[in-house]
């Protein structure tokens, strides 16, 4: 579960990325997310997997959700529990296994943070989610895009290993462990992005 990277440059990141989003759609993504798990008026909280600094676990506080955020780095969860004390935050990994195993769970996030996950895991990580959620319980992927169509590409991330993943490759791996794609929203480089982006919302099958 230790992830040395992000604790060794926890204070650097904070400083570096003092908001949650770097562009509009980024935060009109998060917000469509939001709005689609309120609609639904389930219980339980939205897990934010891979939270950070867990500014987007707040962000979707303040949007009415009850969020929790899950990381495996103890210092970005420190950074986080300080800013946030009202938030509740976990360290663990994206299998939500450190999560009790009765909590209801009405939605799923993860920006950027299944990149950092060997793309032979993504599956099972993918079925333990569907092991947690009911039908029609929404998840949101966001990850840099391949430069080849159908691929999975590792790539220099500064922090950790990375993986960017074609937006088809990864709904396939979504619909193989029971979730469909509802929509993908897809950003091109710019000056704050070395890669293509895609945020992409399914719903359990």
Request: aromatic content about 8%; overall charge negative; some cysteine.
């Amino acid at each position: 579960m230790a992830q040395p990277g992000y604790d060794a440059m926890a204070d650097l990141y904070a400083a570096t990325f003092p908001h949650p989003f770097l562009t509009p759609l980024e935060e009109h993504a998060v917000a469509a997310f939001a709005d689609t798990v309120r609609d639904r008026h389930a219980d339980g909280p939205v897990v934010d997997v891979g939270c950070g600094l867990g500014q987007v676990t707040a962000f979707l506080a303040k949007r009415g959700l009850a969020s929790i955020g899950i990381d495996p780095s103890e210092q970005m969860l420190a950074r986080a529990t300080r800013e946030f004390p009202h938030l509740d935050f976990v360290r663990g990994d994206a299998t939500l296994e450190q999560l009790g195993v009765d909590l209801p769970i009405a939605g799923i996030l993860a920006r950027f943070s299944l990149i950092h996950i060997p793309p032979e895991d993504i599956p099972d990580v993918l079925r333990c989610w569907a092991s947690r959620t009911s039908a029609g319980t929404p998840v949101l992927v966001a990850c840099q895009i391949s430069s080849h169509a159908g691929q999975v590409e590792q790539f220099d991330h500064k922090v950790a290993p990375a993986w960017r993943w074609h937006p088809d490759r990864l709904a396939a791996a979504l619909s193989g462990a029971g979730f469909d794609e509802v929509w993908r929203a897809v950003s091109q480089p710019d000056d704050h992005h070395r890669f293509a982006e895609v945020h992409m919302l399914a719903t359990r099958r």
